[in-house]
């Protein structure tokens, strides 16, 4: 996770100090994005996120399982109709991480001829 040339200015407009860096914006351009820490700390939590599910896109992957995308939260696989595929990957994704001793995990899933959100 990295922040294109963040500051701290410490007189804001609000009497606290300003946090921002730069990136795209809503407008569409290039310029100053003001935040704030509950936005890092959603920021730092979803990274954290994406690194377990990719830790377990690895393994799925090493394990043999067709991958065929994934989108925010979910691991998007194909298999055939009578295996027992969805337990083997829901039993996958909440295995523990060796960089997260501790950590909660846990997985849901269902089975489908077409993608759609749950």
Request: aromatic content about 8%; charged content about 25%; glycine content about 10%.
């Amino acid at each position: 996770m990295a922040y294109i040339r963040p500051k701290v200015k410490p007189d804001g407009p609000y009497g606290q100090p300003e946090l921002s860096y730069e990136g795209v914006g809503v407008n569409h351009q290039w310029g100053k994005i003001r935040t704030f820490g509950g936005k890092l700390v959603e920021n730092i939590v979803q990274a954290i996120a994406r690194d377990c599910l990719a830790d377990a896109m690895l393994r799925l992957n090493e394990m043999g399982h067709r991958l065929v995308m994934h989108v925010h939260d979910e691991v998007i696989t194909e298999a055939l109709e009578d295996s027992d595929h969805l337990a083997e990957v829901n039993s996958v994704l909440g295995q523990p991480i060796p960089w997260a001793p501790g950590l909660p995990l846990n997985a849901d899933g269902f089975t489908s001829l077409y993608y759609r959100k749950d």
